[in-house]
């Protein structure tokens, strides 16, 4: 959903024509409100650096597995070339690629020099190590065809040089291993939602710090960064702000458990407290005209 405001300027660089529509939360996990407030190169810099890595988050991840079966075409979008680890019972290990609904072995060469491939692969290649040794069609047919009828983990010696074994796992997980959701991505989400907010006022020089912050990464004693997390998961992301005297807080909360208090010190603000949220579950965008509405819930649906 796209929703003109007149920001002239973008709001990062406050020098480039603010010409890229932007997600206020990132379209990889599910936010469809979108603003014109960035020039096209901050945009891009933006989401080369810091947007495309919100999805390998493992906080993201595993707040999207315990919803799967409420957001299941979000879940497939997160998940797709995600990496996932499959064991035997001797604890060892391999690398997985979640593809099309679907996990296949990420071809990799073990310390010993034998090949781990994904089976339909695996298939191909004995074929072809076969066929480099010389044997005829009917015979790499009459090789592959043992070695489809092979039971899991039995070895079986197919030529001189090429011995084989179906490998069968004990369990499968995803792997969590990736990057933590960079701050200056929820620090880039709670500036954006300021600026819709306080529309102009979003050039004063007195917000630099969270631009620097964001684009360079130098932390302000201006600006605190609270991540907290609650009992259970839902479909939904929120964003609402506290209008206090001394500080404004921007709370971003997503999935319902990921909560994220952005405090801006020293910066007050006499204006409408509207909130945003996002229905994962009926792909929805919810607008609440304050928080006591939102409390009450009275939003609009777009």
Not at 143 to 172: D, G, M, P, Y
Not at 241 to 254: G, R
Request: proline share 2%.
């Amino acid at each position: 959903m796209k929703i003109k405001f007149d920001f002239d300027k973008c709001i990062l660089c406050v020098r480039n024509p603010a010409d890229s529509w932007e997600h206020i939360i990132p379209e990889s996990i599910g936010g469809r409100l979108q603003i014109q407030l960035l020039c096209s190169s901050c945009n891009n810099d933006l989401g080369s650096k810091l947007i495309s890595k919100v999805k390998t988050d493992p906080s993201i991840r595993l707040a999207v597995r315990n919803l799967k079966d409420e957001i299941p075409r979000l879940f497939e979008t997160i998940e797709n070339h995600q990496v996932y680890v499959a064991r035997d019972k001797n604890n060892t290990s391999i690398k997985l690629k979640y593809k099309n609904s679907k996990l296949e072995t990420i071809a990799h060469k073990k310390e010993d020099g034998s090949l781990i491939l994904d089976t339909k692969k695996g298939i191909k290649n004995i074929a072809q190590m076969l066929r480099k040794e010389g044997l005829s069609e009917d015979e790499i047919t009459g090789k592959v065809q043992s070695f489809n009828e092979l039971e899991n983990n039995k070895i079986v010696q197919l030529s001189k040089t090429v011995r084989v074994v179906k490998w069968s796992t004990e369990s499968i997980f995803p792997s969590l291993q990736g990057s933590l959701l960079d701050e200056k991505v929820i620090a880039l989400i709670a500036y954006e939602f300021l600026s819709l907010l306080v529309g102009n006022l979003i050039y004063n020089d007195k917000l630099n710090f969270i631009r620097e912050f964001i684009k360079e990464g130098g932390k302000s004693k201006k600006l605190v960064i609270e991540q907290l997390t609650s009992r259970h998961y839902s479909p939904y992301h929120k964003i609402y702000p506290e209008l206090l005297e001394t500080e404004i807080i921007i709370n971003i909360i997503l999935f319902r458990w990921l909560v994220y208090k952005v405090h801006l010190k020293g910066f007050r603000l006499l204006s409408t407290d509207f909130v945003y949220s996002e229905e994962l579950r009926n792909r929805k965008t919810l607008i609440a005209k304050s928080v006591d509405e939102a409390k009450r819930g009275i939003y609009y649906k777009f």
